[in-house]
């Protein structure tokens, strides 16, 4: 029996975490479900936030009988993972800053995290860093414009540089030799970041981490891949065309419309 593994995101930033993943398990069966009618969950209020993705994830693995899911958000991750398991009976794995690889990986000790300005003011967050990266000075950068960017360049329209720029000035002057993208849209802007940023500065991500944790999930719940189809659904009534060509070309057989697809199946 194929698995049936189920990303979800507030938009497209959890393609980086689903690319990965893909790579240990290229013959799973995916379904990638973006929030984008609530994008971006870092300006979320936090009660809001937990009840509508666990409302909706939990819809959502009943459609598509996934066997896991893989919460690819680090700004959902950090607060709605207790109330996920408790609500479903198949494994979660959600996605935390890189604080623990950073702190080992910088020479002069000075890591930055970049991220929604939900994940950087969290407590959670402050709690990875006090654990994993105490003898680290680590500047904190929050930003909901690089999410609005990284949508756009994946709806292959126009990106705004100059906010980008504007965004990575103050990471550029702080002197920093490692970089932490802690939302899973930030790896897609990961050319135009180091282009700006420059060489010296190390950019890390928890995609690899995650999927080594979902592979080994995988295969403790015996799950063989034969099959390898992916559907992605959204919650807007629709998505731009370019969009849906983008989802195309990372081999999605079909991109619908959520709702759509649970009024049809009377859900």
Same mark, same amino acid.
Request: charged share 20%; aromatic share 6%; hydrophobic share 40%.
């Given at each position: 029996?194929?698995?049936?593994?189920?990303?979800?995101?507030?938009?497209?930033?959890?393609?980086?975490?689903?690319?990965?993943?893909?790579?240990?398990?290229?013959?799973?069966?995916?379904?990638?479900?973006?929030?984008?009618?609530?994008? *971006?969950?870092? =300006?979320?209020?936090?009660?809001? $936030?937990?009840? /509508? #993705?666990?409302?909706?994830?939990?819809? !959502?693995?009943? %459609?598509?009988?996934?066997?896991?899911?893989?919460?690819?958000?680090?700004?959902?991750?950090?607060?709605?993972?207790?109330?996920?398991?408790?609500?479903?009976?198949?494994?979660?794995?959600?996605?935390?800053?890189?604080?623990?690889?950073?702190?080992?990986?910088?020479?002069?000790?000075?890591?930055?995290?970049?991220?929604?300005?939900?994940?950087?003011?969290?407590?959670?967050?402050?709690?990875?860093?006090?654990?994993?990266?105490?003898?680290?000075?680590?500047?904190?950068?929050?930003?909901?414009?690089?999410?609005?960017?990284?949508?756009?360049?994946?709806?292959?329209?126009?990106?705004?540089?100059?906010?980008?720029?504007?965004?990575?000035? *103050?990471?550029? =002057?702080?002197?920093?030799?490692? $970089?932490?993208? /802690? #939302?899973?849209?930030?790896?897609?802007? !990961?050319?135009? %970041?180091?282009?700006?940023?420059?060489?010296?500065?190390?950019?890390?991500?928890?995609?690899?981490?995650?999927?080594?944790?979902?592979?080994?999930?995988?295969?403790?719940?015996?799950?063989?891949?034969?099959?390898?189809?992916?559907?992605?659904?959204?919650?807007?009534?629709?998505?731009?065309?370019?969009?849906?060509?983008?989802?195309?070309?990372?081999?999605?057989?079909?991109?619908?419309?959520?709702?759509?697809?649970?009024?049809?199946?009377?859900?």
């Amino acid at each position: 029996m194929s698995a049936n593994i189920l990303v979800f995101d507030s938009g497209v930033g959890g393609l980086s975490i689903l690319a990965e993943v893909r790579k240990q398990l290229p013959q799973a069966n995916y379904c990638y479900l973006f929030d984008n009618a609530r994008l *971006p969950y870092g =300006e979320l209020d936090e009660q809001e $936030l937990i009840q /509508g #993705c666990v409302e909706l994830i939990a819809r !959502a693995v009943t %459609l598509s009988e996934a066997d896991i899911v893989v919460v690819a958000c680090n700004s959902a991750s950090t607060l709605i993972l207790p109330a996920l398991r408790e609500t479903l009976t198949i494994p979660v794995v959600g996605v935390v800053p890189a604080i623990k690889p950073a702190a080992r990986l910088s020479k002069n000790k000075h890591l930055g995290l970049l991220a929604t300005p939900g994940t950087v003011n969290r407590r959670y967050t402050q709690e990875l860093i006090d654990k994993f990266a105490r003898d680290c000075r680590v500047d904190r950068f929050g930003s909901s414009e690089l999410v609005y960017i990284a949508e756009a360049k994946m709806a292959q329209q126009p990106l705004d540089l100059q906010t980008l720029h504007e965004v990575l000035k *103050p990471i550029k =002057e702080s002197g920093l030799d490692t $970089l932490v993208l /802690g #939302c899973t849209h930030f790896p897609i802007l !990961a050319s135009e %970041l180091q282009d700006y940023l420059g060489e010296g500065v190390t950019l890390l991500d928890s995609s690899r981490a995650i999927a080594a944790r979902v592979m080994t999930l995988i295969q403790m719940e015996g799950k063989q891949g034969l099959r390898g189809q992916s559907q992605a659904f959204y919650t807007t009534t629709t998505i731009a065309e370019g969009l849906k060509t983008t989802l195309a070309t990372w081999g999605f057989s079909s991109v619908v419309s959520f709702a759509e697809c649970a009024i049809e199946t009377g859900s």
